[in-house]
């Protein structure tokens, strides 16, 4: 069973441009997390979406966007990028929200964002 | 806000002892707590979980401790190996609200051979 993809895995952008971010989750799961990592904030949620719907928010600024497609793919957005936005971006997959599920995340390996 | 956060940064133990590290959370609302360990490169997998209405959880090498009175939670580590080598982060869940994961800061554990 292939495990949680994202892609891609290292990007290089400058101050002012975007990146879209892509996440494919576990088949079979349905729920979506990203989270931001870096070393002096740990792991921060972003957001999280089932069924194409968010369902939770972290503390982002707009410039931070998603959405989840009909097959539980994910995309992440971040508009008018900053240095600080410059961040390990981890997508993580579930397999039920709201049913009685452990709420166990199955994390993909990363997508590294440097912005310069 | 909520938050989890950890005693201590870095813990350094030697090969075949024991480890615990330690983790305190805020909110008393949580009823799902997790482990997750990371290793250089990748992204975090899951250790050992416990639900707010258990008290000691045990797995393979590795057991879990909530103390929901001063709101700690703690992961010990038997015989502790260098692949044990890594950084460990304490997460809880308030499942009423969906799985809205929030992690601490994580410890780094260095196994020294």
């Not at chain 1, 921060?44 to 009909?70: D, M, V």
């Not at chain 1, 936005?85 to 599920?101: F, K, V």
């Not at chain 2, 401790?65 to 080598?85: C, E, F, M, R, Y």
């Not at chain 2, 304490?90 to 260095?110: H, M, S, V, W, Y």
Request: charged share 15%.
């Amino acid at each position: 069973k292939a495990g949680v993809t994202q892609t891609p895995r290292y990007l290089i952008k400058t101050r002012g441009q975007q990146v879209t971010l892509s996440c494919s989750p576990i088949s079979g799961h349905r729920s979506v997390s990203w989270y931001q990592q870096t070393p002096g904030q740990g792991l921060q949620f972003l957001f999280e979406y089932f069924s194409e719907t968010q369902r939770n928010k972290g503390n982002f600024p707009g410039r931070f966007s998603g959405r989840q497609f009909s097959n539980s793919r994910s995309e992440m957005n971040v508009s008018t990028l900053e240095l600080g936005d410059s961040a390990l971006y981890l997508c993580a997959s579930s397999l039920t929200l709201y049913s009685g599920g452990t709420g166990e995340l199955f994390f993909g390996e990363g997508s590294r964002l440097t912005v310069l | 806000g909520e938050s989890v956060g950890l005693h201590l940064p870095t813990l350094s133990v030697q090969e075949g002892d024991n480890s615990i590290i330690n983790c305190a959370y805020s909110n008393s609302a949580s009823d799902y707590f997790i482990w997750y360990k990371q290793e250089s490169g990748k992204g975090p997998q899951f250790i050992i979980d416990i639900r707010s209405n258990m008290d000691k959880r045990q797995g393979q090498r590795v057991t879990v401790l909530l103390n929901k009175t001063v709101k700690h939670l703690s992961l010990q580590i038997a015989a502790t190996q260098p692949g044990d080598s890594a950084v460990y982060f304490c997460a809880e869940n308030p499942r009423a609200g969906g799985f809205k994961t929030i992690f601490g800061a994580g410890t780094r554990l260095f196994v020294k051979a």
